[in-house]
């Protein structure tokens, strides 16, 4: 990653100085830059040399591991840095560490920025999407190269300056847990089509392909179309189909999935995404599962045989649908979650732009992020992408093929939790009442938590055993 940013800085025309622990990796950055047209980029081998070969106020900008490794860094830079330079932070940093960083830095007189870069190496190289935040002069400072080096699309470069503390950091970690959701539907949908529509990889290449055409238009599903086309270069067969069931992950979508409990915020879908993450690394577990329910009565991985013929054509569109819907709920809890924290951090998050400078270079881009950055134009204190009108009468017209692609999924057997998880969200979010009243009695009753009533004001507490036992009508106190 930082190897490619300093090309991509460099290629456009921003003379560059970069260094490493590692001796051999600044020779090789210092190649690249030679053979990919003699790059301004000039390697350093001492944090000393390092520091001093750049102008004044300088700019910093560190791709390390985040944490210790992070204050290590700072540590060993900051000591021949001067008042006025700047640090930024490219990595997938926590975002208080950032703001401790900021007040770290302040006080010797250094600026600090957390900025989130995504778009993988790719990205770094041909042009990533970039969201930094902190102090407002450092990003001032390096506004030209980032506008520069930054993805470009139809409205702009794909950076903006986000916020103050650690609103990069944190925007970009609600990125990555949205990613965590979309990657998740892909792979239900994936699922979906192969194990109950019987679907080959060239036929699932040829329909992700064709997805990429339409509203669905993506990276994720421009490459999970690439995915399918690939072949085994050490045996028979399609390499997709010989990689471990096992996802990784670095802990973005966790503390994603953590600050939307902190925040009170309901994020079904990424929260689900992560649990499958958890579960997929029992696979000893799972196999032994998968032969004790066999012998318990369950026949094979999963039921396929629902009793019905199945029209692909149809399961195709169907599934397209519910995986459209489903992400829209995904990217609304994103949202949301973004709006709650800026709001406690008194941020002033611009959802729009953000969805705007996600548009393009990031792993999340889409076509549709156009229409979310519409829809907070049209109104920026949204409640939630499902209620702004145009998203609303798509949800609805694609909720029967949602609902039968679920239904159909259950059946069978197949997991599809992110799928189930968004279609809950919606369900629960368009209802006018829920039966929330009966688990608000529940509390009162083992813990006089009190409740609310829909025709009177005030909290009230009622002796609920007593009155049962005594079968007579309830007689309410007001607290």
């Given at each position: ?217 993506s990276f994720l599903i421009e490459i999970t179309a690439d995915i399918f086309k690939v072949k085994d270069e050490h045996c028979e067969g399609d390499l997709v189909d010989k990689i471990l069931d096992k996802t990784g992950m670095k802990g973005t979508g966790k503390w994603t999935v953590q600050q939307a409990a902190e925040l009170s915020i309901a994020a079904p879908t990424i929260a689900a995404s992560l649990d499958c993450r958890y579960l997929s690394g029992l696979k000893e577990e799972r196999v032994s599962a998968a032969r004790i329910l066999e012998e318990a009565g369950i026949k094979g991985d999963v039921n ?176």
């Amino acid at each position: 990653m930082g190897q490619n940013l300093a090309l991509n800085i460099a290629e456009k025309g921003f003379p560059i100085s970069v260094y490493n622990r590692t001796a051999s990796k600044v020779d090789e950055t210092v190649g690249r830059a030679a053979s990919e047209g003699g790059l301004p980029i000039s390697g350093h081998h001492s944090p000393a040399d390092f520091v001093l070969s750049i102008q004044r106020p300088r700019s910093i900008i560190i791709l390390v591991k985040a944490g210790a490794p992070v204050d290590q860094t700072i540590n060993t830079l900051s000591q021949f840095m001067e008042p006025g330079d700047a640090i930024i932070d490219g990595g997938n940093e926590w975002y208080e560490n950032t703001e401790r960083r900021i007040r770290d830095a302040a006080a010797c007189g250094l600026l600090y920025l957390g900025m989130g870069v995504s778009g993988g190496e790719d990205g770094a190289r041909h042009g990533p999407s970039l969201m930094p935040g902190g102090a407002f002069q450092a990003y001032k400072n390096i506004e030209k190269i980032v506008t520069r080096v930054a993805a470009q699309v139809d409205d702009g470069p794909c950076v903006t300056y986000v916020g103050e503390g650690g609103s990069g950091n944190f925007v970009k970690m609600v990125h990555n847990g949205i990613e965590y959701g979309d990657m998740q539907l892909i792979s239900e949908a994936y699922d979906v089509l192969k194990t109950i529509g019987g679907l080959s990889n060239s036929e699932l290449a040829e329909i992700f392909a064709d997805w990429n055409l339409g509203e669905l238009e993506s990276f994720l599903i421009e490459i999970t179309a690439d995915i399918f086309k690939v072949k085994d270069e050490h045996c028979e067969g399609d390499l997709v189909d010989k990689i471990l069931d096992k996802t990784g992950m670095k802990g973005t979508g966790k503390w994603t999935v953590q600050q939307a409990a902190e925040l009170s915020i309901a994020a079904p879908t990424i929260a689900a995404s992560l649990d499958c993450r958890y579960l997929s690394g029992l696979k000893e577990e799972r196999v032994s599962a998968a032969r004790i329910l066999e012998e318990a009565g369950i026949k094979g991985d999963v039921n396929v045989n629902t009793g019905r013929s199945i029209d692909k054509k149809r399961l195709i569109d169907d599934v397209r649908q519910a995986l459209y819907a489903s992400k829209i709920c995904s990217y609304a809890q994103g949202m949301n979650l973004l709006k709650a924290k800026s709001e406690e951090k008194a941020w002033n998050l611009n959802l729009g732009e953000l969805a705007r400078i996600w548009k393009g270079g990031c792993i999340i881009r889409a076509r549709f992020l156009d229409r979310i950055k519409k829809a907070y134009e049209r109104n920026w204190v949204l409640a939630n992408l499902i209620v702004d009108p145009e998203f609303a009468r798509e949800m609805v017209q694609r909720q029967a093929a949602w609902r039968r692609v679920v239904g159909l999924a259950i059946e069978a057997g197949i997991s599809t939790p992110g799928m189930c998880a968004s279609l809950a969200y919606f369900d629960t979010y368009r209802r006018a009442r829920l039966p929330a009243n009966l688990v608000q009695a529940q509390r009162d009753l083992f813990g006089a938590h009190t409740y609310e009533r829909i025709d009177r004001p005030g909290s009230f507490h009622t002796e609920w055993k007593k009155l049962a036992r005594q079968n007579k009508p309830g007689i309410a106190v007001l607290k």
